[in-house]
């Protein structure tokens, strides 16, 4: 009892935001490398949120599956007020559902190249302000549907200063950023891809994303997102980049998440699978250690299962 008493860090479960695939399909389909997360069907991801909001996990970050006739090279499905995750939104809002609602704004899960954006001339690499464009009027479409907050993560440069002018010029000032400033190229992102159906067809995301063997690049990272406008800033991975989260929370002035990403989650499960760790110890241990290291808000496909042992 004493060390309940003198623990100092506390997670609940108003700091967790579950991540939900959502597909045009009818029926939900098992994600093989994520234990527990299902490609939802919209009737589903609503049913879902109902659920879980009614026990206390409000926080939901919505990410689209789109079937491969859909997708084109420029992700413009993503705008389509009626793919999924737009039409799962205004759904949402109609039912007065009690939820704080995310919306990813990316296009890996909408192009049939598999990148984050426009690709150039070239057709190998992501043409930075072309996107811009994009993110703007996908930004819109998603405030129009009843966003609360939109999550750019492509990592593209100025995409938080796009996202804000779009969004204040459609009179959607109200609606908030948060910014995936410090995200890694990263091996963990694995079994996202499998649940977002967003395989790269060739070359990878090191043009946009970080290397992490910079140890000091998220400063400049942030200091730009939050100069053009994010209200929160996302590190990502989570539990490999302590280290980072701690620098980022005590250089931020808005509010810092983490994200315990897929290929964290999954090796968790892997681990337990075969007896060597106890599930539900290392799940606590590890969101506690986010938590500790200064991440206000933590994005967890484990958020549902949290909710229960904390
Ligand atoms: C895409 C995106 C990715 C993740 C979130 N948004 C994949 C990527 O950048 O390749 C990964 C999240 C996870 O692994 O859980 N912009």
Redesign the pocket.
Same mark, same amino acid.
């Given at each position: 009892m004493i060390r309940d008493a003198v623990a100092d860090v506390v997670v609940s479960p108003s700091d967790l935001i579950l $991540?939900l695939f959502i597909s045009d399909a009818e029926d939900d389909v098992p994600v093989a490398s994520l234990p527990g997360v299902e490609q939802l069907c919209v009737r589903s991801a609503l049913r879902t949120m109902h659920d879980l909001s009614s026990s206390g996990l409000k926080q939901f970050m919505l @990410?689209g599956v789109t079937v491969a006739d859909k997708k084109d090279s420029i992700g413009s499905y993503a705008a389509d007020p009626d793919a999924p995750v737009n039409r799962t939104m205004a759904a949402a809002r109609d039912g007065g559902l009690d939820v704080l609602l995310y919306a990813?704004l #990316?296009f #890996?899960e909408y192009t049939d190249h598999g990148h #984050?954006g426009v690709l150039g001339g070239d057709s190998a690499t992501v043409d930075n302000d072309r996107t811009l464009e994009r993110l703007a009027i996908t930004a819109k479409v998603q405030a129009d549907r009843g966003a609360d907050v939109i999550a750019p993560? =492509?990592m593209m440069d100025g995409q938080v200063a796009a996202v804000r002018a779009a969004l204040d010029g459609a009179r959607h000032g109200d609606v908030a950023i948060l910014s *995936?400033a410090v995200?890694y190229a990263s091996a @963990? *992102?694995g $079994? @996202? /891809?499998e649940a =977002?159906g #967003?395989r790269i067809a060739s070359g990878d /995301?090191s043009g946009y994303?970080m290397d992490h063997r910079r140890r000091d690049e998220w400063r400049a990272e942030i200091s730009a997102d939050i100069a053009e406008g994010a209200d929160m800033v996302m590190v990502?991975p989570a539990a490999g980049y302590l280290d980072v989260l701690r620098g980022v929370k005590g250089a931020a002035t808005v509010p810092v998440a983490a *994200?315990h990403?897929? =290929?964290e989650y999954a090796m968790l499960h892997a681990a337990a699978e075969r007896g060597w760790i106890d599930f539900d110890a290392a799940l606590l241990e590890v969101t506690h250690a986010i938590k500790r290291a200064g991440a206000d808000q933590i994005v967890t *496909?484990a958020a549902p299962r949290l909710l229960g042992l904390l």
């Open positions: $991540p @990410f990813d #990316c #890996c #984050c993560s =492509g *995936y995200k @963990f *992102y $079994p @996202f /891809r =977002g #967003c /995301r994303q990502k *994200y990403v897929s =290929g *496909y």
